[in-house]
């Protein structure tokens, strides 16, 4: 994402009266009245023919430029009647170049203050455009993101709104203070605050010295007794007696098992390839750039996760889902999210109601890709079903000759009826969304026990679906968990929600925890490269 040749070239095309070449940007507005003071004449001359060698600004870029301009009679924004860049300018002009502190690149916000104290009116009207346009393309990137999610994964399917490029432009202009007033566009919810806190750490340690690296050869556990022990305590910060460093003890063992836990991997304390592969920072991915990726998603989700809201949050990297009510923590769990070939969609909407006792309809693609393969070696395993042909008669398993279906379309329908073998368990949260997924309970319960997760079809799995009901029914005042479970067992009933609890099904590789320390999880989804590459890292 880079852009400095390409200012400069935009900047030569105002200086030398480049042809227009999106004159329709301005096609609506009055120009018999053109100022006549030689840097407002530039100005507008400038912002009236904008250079095609810009293409990715926004159009709306320009008119807003042109628009606010205007309403000041084009005189410059940034610099003086002397044509020097006045203390708002440079205190801009500092921010961008601090931006990779916030994941961005400084390039991509150029700045061509007139600091020569040229009188030449073209110079100081291109230097004054590009400054105008930069603080517009930095105000979009830190409120909506640098690049949009869609371009990433079609499973992403987040739409942040872009700001107003006059509030924009306005705001750093005339309030107080310019550079509050850009950074006020960023994320400020608590998450996002900690990540920026890491990267800043991350990007003054980067060029330090490396580490030594813990030998990977040899699987270290306890009651083992090797050099790469001690390198291993040194890897873990662990002050020890010269006399026992190489000794695999249960000090080492208990700061594996730390590891472990904080990185997503079995706490088992073994150290075995993939343990001592994280931690000598093997990951294709820098944390530097975990951090900038997970920054940008930031940017993409809604603001109000910056309040004190109540909703509920999945993370799908780190599998738990979190109940917020009021800003405060009221539920924390474990969840089993979609298979990297059928990812968990990552969006935000509202829950509107509670299924108890559901019934299972099973989507088209599971019926023909797994169901069908079953029924041919065994139609009897068809009785878990309600079968029905597309004309609406039931159907007995028995008297279909399903390998006659193989590779074409179904045409039967599938549903699993309420019990204790149905794969929704005993409920299900609907937040209706044209992804068809919701959380719910499941009978299969073994495998919550496993560090990764990612088995389901798409839909969320939840590990304690009472206590997750407990905590979602705390925003109704007429339901609890207990009225909700004495409903189990019998018909499929729906419970209509007073309250339209929000729901983010997120995806956050890197997550700070209550003390602010940044732990970090494998990119299932692959979602990190792809934010990465679409960013030009």
């Given amino acids: 994402m880079r852009r400095t040749f390409q200012a400069l070239m935009f900047a030569t095309a105002l200086a030398t009266g480049a042809a227009p070449l999106h004159a329709e940007i301005a096609d609506d507005r009055p120009i018999a009245n053109r100022p006549f003071d030689p840097v407002a004449h530039e100005i507008f001359n400038g912002l009236f023919h904008p250079d095609s060698r810009l293409p990715h600004l926004l159009k709306r870029d320009y008119a807003a430029a042109f628009e606010y301009y205007g309403q000041h009679g084009f005189e410059p924004l940034w610099h003086d009647a002397a044509g020097k860049p006045n203390e ?161 003890d249960e000090t080492v063992h208990d700061a594996v098992v730390a590891f472990q836990s904080d990185n997503g991997l079995q706490p088992d304390g073994i150290a075995g390839p993939r343990t ?5 920072g093997d990951s294709k991915v820098s944390h530097i750039d975990t951090l900038v990726a997970n920054m ?47 990812m968990t969609p990552v969006f935000s909407d509202q829950m509107e109601s509670v299924v108890v006792n559901p019934y299972w309809n099973v989507p088209r693609s599971i019926a023909n890709n797994e169901i069908l393969p ?30 006659a279906y193989q590779g074409s379309t179904l045409p039967f329908s599938f549903r699993q009826p309420p019990g204790p073998r149905n794969a929704l368990g005993t409920v299900k949260f609907l937040f209706p969304n044209n992804h068809d997924v919701y959380l719910h309970d499941t009978p299969s319960r073994s495998l919550f026990s496993r560090n990764d997760r990612a088995f389901s079809h798409g839909c969320v799995r939840l590990h304690e679906p009472m206590a997750f009901a ?56 692959g979602h990190d490269r792809a934010t990465l590459a679409a960013l030009g890292r």
């Fill in 296 to 342: 940008e998603r930031w940017r993409w989700m809604p603001r109000e996760l910056s309040g004190d809201g109540s909703y509920v949050f999945v993370n799908i990297p780190f599998y738990t889902v979190r109940v917020m009510r009021d800003g405060k923590l009221d539920y924390q769990g474990r969840v089993v999210v979609g298979k990297p070939d059928h």
């Fill in 276 to 280: 001592l592969g994280m931690l000598n």
């Fill in 374 to 403: 079953t029924l041919i070696n065994n139609p009897g395993a068809g009785y878990k079903y309600e079968i029905r042909h597309v004309s609406g008669s039931r159907v007995d398993p028995y008297s279909v000759n399903w390998a």
């Fill in 470 to 525: 407990d905590a979602v029914f705390k925003h109704e005042p007429d339901w609890t968990v207990d009225k909700m479970k004495r409903m189990i067992g019998g018909n499929e009933s729906w419970i209509k929600l007073s309250y339209h609890l929000p729901v983010h099904l997120a995806y956050f590789t890197a997550w700070a925890d209550d003390s602010g320390t940044v732990t970090y999880r494998r990119d299932v989804y």
């Fill in 88 to 248: 708002r300018a440079t205190a801009i002009a500092g921010l961008f170049s601090r931006a990779s502190e916030d994941g961005l690149d400084p390039n991509d916000y150029p700045v061509f203050l007139n600091v020569s104290g040229s009188h030449v009116p073209a110079e100081i009207a291109t230097a004054d455009i590009l400054m105008t346009l930069s603080v517009l393309e930095y105000g979009r990137h830190a409120a909506s993101g640098q690049v949009s999610p869609g371009s990433v994964s079609s499973a992403i399917s987040q739409k942040p709104a872009l700001p107003d490029p006059i509030a924009i432009i306005k705001d750093a202009a005339e309030s107080p203070d310019p550079v509050a007033a850009l950074e006020a566009l960023q994320p400020n919810n608590p998450q996002y605050l900690a990540l920026k806190k890491a990267l800043k750490a991350e990007l003054a340690a980067k060029d330090a010295p490396k580490p030594v690296e813990v030998p990977t050869d040899l699987t270290l556990r306890l009651g083992v007794n090797d050099a790469r022990v001690a390198v291993l305590r040194a890897r873990l910060d662990i002050l020890d007696d010269p006399l026992t460093a190489n000794d695999f």
